[in-house]
């Protein structure tokens, strides 16, 4: 018998309501998780539910994204069973989507430096960390270019900076940036959708 997400989510509800009521007494840390569970599944139910492709990588799996009709905001991003590439499974990059919303009070939101020899993150701001990187390529790019190889042939490029491109970008910022690497002289350049 085909089953489809929705009905799925249903049963489920209905399996864990009678389970949580028979296990009363038993073990209430299990029941209480269970709840939680139940709680979600219920959320999910009456979720505005909006299909989205994963922007990590080409492969392009499909998401749903459930967002609270009342606060008006998202509170889970899963894979799409009905989606024909995936099928519902992500890999973790795409599972760790939701961590980049605003539900996640701990994301990264400022540059965190840590000095050379040190054992300390310090919070910096873009002014500070642009002309910092700005200072340590040119200085790189002024030591150690290269015009020509060994075998005298011209070869322009500098072999000390490493470039990794995030994969949050889109296109047309990939050909910015390695364009904009190329044009330095670098060589070891690399996209995290890759990895
Ligand atoms: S990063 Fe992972 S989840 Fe996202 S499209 Fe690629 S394989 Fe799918």
């Known amino acids: 018998m085909e089953i489809s997400r929705r009905g799925f989510l249903s049963m489920s509800g209905a399996i864990g309501s009678g389970v949580a009521l028979s296990t009363l007494g038993l073990d ?6 269970h709840a939680a569970e139940v709680t979600k599944m219920d959320r ?11 922007c990590y990588c080409s492969v392009g799996c499909g998401l749903i994204c459930s967002t609270d009709k009342l606060t008006g905001k998202i509170f889970n991003i899963e894979g799409d069973p009905d989606h024909p590439i995936n099928e519902g499974s992500l890999c973790s990059k795409g599972a760790g989507l939701f961590g980049l919303t605003e539900a996640n009070e701990h994301r990264l939101r400022k540059v965190h430096y840590r000095a050379p020899k040190s054992d300390k993150w310090e919070e910096k701001d873009w002014d500070w960390t642009l002309k ?41 910022e990939c050909w910015l940036l390695s364009m904009s690497c190329r044009a330095m002289g670098l060589v070891y350049i690399d996209h995290q959708a890759r990895v």
């Open 28 to 33: 209430l840390t299990a029941l209480k998780a």
């Open 132 to 172: 910092r990187i700005a200072r340590l390529v040119k200085d790189a790019r002024d030591k150690d270019f290269i015009t020509r190889n060994a075998k005298d042939q011209e070869v322009n490029r500098v072999e000390t900076i490493g470039h990794l491109g995030t994969s949050n970008i889109n296109n047309e």
């Open 44 to 54: 999910l139910r009456t979720a505005k539910q909006t299909t989205t492709i994963c």
